[in-house]
Structure formats: C-alpha cells, structure tokens
C-alpha cells in the first residue's frame, strides 16, 4: 500500500492543484502549510491541512512520527522575482534555511523521496534557447539562487545519507483548475495572466506591458506557460518514478513553445470579447527577455508531456476562476 506523502506548501497555488490531482489518484495526503500565501479553503475534504511553520523542528518531527510519510512534496518557497532582490533574506530563509528543518526529519525518520519545487530562474540569463537541464544555472536573482541552493543541498544529502530527489524546474506556472474551485488567488499579484483578467474586470485601472524594446518578434518578452495542472500531473510522476527506484534527477517542466506578452493580452481579449487596458511600461529588474524549455527530459525520463498547450486554455480557466463562484479569492 502506498504510505502517506507530505505536501509542503500544498495550500498553496501549485500545492492545491497537485494535492487535488494526487487525492483524485487515491493517495494519502497531509498538507503542512503555513496560510502565508496558501488558503485552508484550497486543501480538499479527505487531505490533513497542518497549519504551521517548516522551521519549527518540533512539529516537523512530530509530523514525521504521526504520520510517516514515505516521500515529501516541497512546494513551500517565497516565488516572487522582484520581491527576492528587495528582501534577500526573507527568500534565503524560507526557501534554504526552513527546508533545512525537513530534510533533517527526513534524515532521522528515514525518508528518502522527495520532489523538489525548483524553477527555470535557476538558470538565469538565457545562453541558448530553448533551455535544456545541461543549460549552466547561473541565477540572475535571490529566488533563483536560493532554489540553487535547496538543490545543492539535497544533492549533498544524497551522497550523505541516500536521499533521492526530482527536482522539477517549472518555467511560468499559470491557468487554474478547469472545474472553477481552486485558483491562483495570490495577495499582491504580479503575474501576467491574472494582471490581464483584473484590468478586463476593472479591478485594476490597466496592466502595465514591462519594456516593448526586447529582441523579440514584437518587442514584449517571450514566456513558456505552463497550466498548473500539467505540473500536477508531473509531480505525480516524479512520485511514481521515485517509488520505482529512479536515480535522482533534474527536469525542465514546460510547453516548448513560447508567447510573448502580446500574444498573451491578444488571447485573452479574444477568450473573453473583452478590451485589455494597457499602459506600456519600462523593462522591468530581472527578466531574460525570452524563456522556454526544452521539455524533452521530462518526456524521457518520467514519461510526462504538457497536455494544455494552447494558452487560451491558461486564460479561459484562469478566466472560469475568477468569475466563478469565489471570484477569484478564497474567502481567507
Ligand atoms: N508582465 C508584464 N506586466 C505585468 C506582469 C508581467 O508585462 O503586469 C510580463 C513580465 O515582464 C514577463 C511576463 O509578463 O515578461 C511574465 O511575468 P510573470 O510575472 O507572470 O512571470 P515571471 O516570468 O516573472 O516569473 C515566473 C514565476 C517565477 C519564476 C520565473 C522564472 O513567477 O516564480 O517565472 O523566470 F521564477
């Protein structure tokens, strides 16, 4: 029988959808969050939500004897790129130190699975596109070295004591669940889809196109988008594919295909019948001007492919999420 996984952060955006892909597949779950920016309302019925901090050692090893999880999903991680350079600390603490406090409950308790929330920022400025996993990591920002970091670390720990890993390098996470009850419901938002869907709702005056002077076709920057529920699919997977003895490994999770900002705001004008406000801005710190995976790796390796290709289907369920029953926001 498959044994209990624990979900780091599995309130969160990522973490609900994956939790309700797993639930659906009949596995066991417990969620360990600490509703900074996950919702209790986003961990389904059947799923034990523990509300609480990664780096409180004694709870994480109380989890650990309660429930022996036999693999930890860890989505847990402060993901904000801009945030990252204002506050460096915040994102080296949760997202290296907090994790720290896991894999020494892990070690204890002989847990030696775990699927890892790592990111294309790992690799900073694009040197060729698309971007395999050989691609140097370079990161650009704090984010992006931090996720670096929990990388090298869990890499140390395998020689150490055995643990085996998937890191799984997501490129732009983005749509919602297409049933219109869990969503993206992120406080601040920045990002893309959900900024185009709040100014076509008024909820902001407009949304800011940042920089149209980049080496691209039409000048926006270049994003691979990849629908939350195929990065679901993907961590249940990596899961299988760690349960069946896989090596540790690395892979990309992306489209292959890349839009640019443009392209993006012109779907969804298109799904919804609705004018985009925009107001064009400067370039903002930090973005490579085109990012796409070259997601054949994941293919090979745990035998996943992105299903939800056309981004109009991101916008219409990111779309179905706001204007549905919550509206876009858990009711905490
Ligand atoms: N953009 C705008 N206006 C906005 C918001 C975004 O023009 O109001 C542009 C950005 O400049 C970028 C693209 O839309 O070119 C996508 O931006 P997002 O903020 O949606 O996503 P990012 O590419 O910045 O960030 C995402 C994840 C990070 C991850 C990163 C890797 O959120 O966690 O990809 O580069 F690290």
């Given at each position: 029988?498959?044994?209990?996984?624990?979900?780091?952060?599995?309130?969160?955006?990522?973490?609900?959808?994956?939790?309700?892909?797993l639930l659906a597949q009949g596995?066991?779950?417990?969620?360990?969050?600490?509703?900074?920016?996950?919702?209790?309302?986003?961990?389904?019925?059947?799923?034990?939500?523990?509300?609480?901090?990664?780096?409180?050692?004694?709870?994480?090893?109380?989890?650990?004897?309660?429930?022996?999880?036999?693999?930890v999903l860890h989505f847990a991680a402060s993901a904000f790129v801009g945030e990252s350079v204002d506050e460096p600390l915040k994102y080296y603490k949760n997202n290296v130190v907090a994790p720290l406090t896991l894999l020494d409950a892990m070690k204890k308790h002989g847990t030696l699975r775990i699927v890892f929330s790592s990111t294309c920022a790992t690799y900073?400025?694009?040197?060729?596109?698309?971007?395999?996993?050989?691609?140097?990591?370079?990161?650009?920002?704090?984010?992006?070295?931090?996720?670096?970091m929990l990388e090298r670390v869990i890499q140390d720990c395998e020689v150490a004591w055995g643990v085996k890993s998937v890191f799984l390098r997501y490129f732009n996470a983005s749509g919602c669940d297409f049933e219109g009850m869990i969503g993206e419901d992120h406080e601040p938002e920045s990002h893309l889809i959900p900024r185009i869907l709040m100014a076509l709702r008024g909820e902001i005056e407009s949304m800011?196109?940042?920089?149209?002077?980049?080496?691209?076709?039409?000048?926006?920057?270049?994003?691979?988008?990849?629908?939350?529920?195929?990065?679901?699919?993907?961590?249940?997977l990596a899961l299988n594919y760690l349960r069946g003895g896989g090596e540790s490994t690395a892979v990309n999770l992306g489209t292959g295909r890349g839009f640019s900002v443009k392209e993006i705001i012109a779907t969804a004008?298109?799904?919804?019948?609705l004018k985009v406000p925009v107001t064009f801005?400067?370039?903002?710190?930090?973005?490579?001007?085109?990012?796409?995976?070259?997601?054949?790796?994941?293919?090979?390796?745990?035998?996943?492919?992105?299903?939800?290709?056309?981004?109009?289907?991101?916008?219409?369920?990111?779309?179905?999420?706001?204007?549905?029953?919550?509206?876009?926001?858990?009711?905490?």
């Open positions: 029988t498959k044994g209990p996984i624990l979900v780091t952060g599995g309130a969160g955006y990522i973490g609900s959808h994956t939790v309700k892909h596995e066991q779950l417990v969620v360990l969050d600490n509703l900074s920016m996950g919702h209790a309302e986003a961990v389904p019925e059947g799923v034990t939500l523990v509300e609480g901090e990664l780096m409180d050692a004694v709870l994480v090893d109380w989890l650990f004897t309660e429930y022996k999880p036999e693999a900073g400025n694009p040197q060729f596109v698309p971007m395999d996993e050989s691609h140097p990591q370079v990161p650009v920002n704090p984010y992006g070295a931090s996720k670096l800011t196109i940042f920089g149209t002077d980049y080496p691209t076709a039409d000048g926006t920057c270049i994003r691979d988008y990849i629908h939350v529920n195929d990065l679901a699919s993907a961590h249940a004008e298109s799904v919804t019948g801005g400067p370039r903002r710190a930090g973005d490579p001007p085109e990012l796409v995976a070259n997601p054949a790796k994941a293919k090979s390796v745990l035998g996943w492919e992105a299903q939800i290709k056309d981004p109009r289907q991101h916008v219409e369920s990111a779309w179905k999420w706001m204007t549905g029953p919550k509206g876009g926001r858990y009711s905490k």
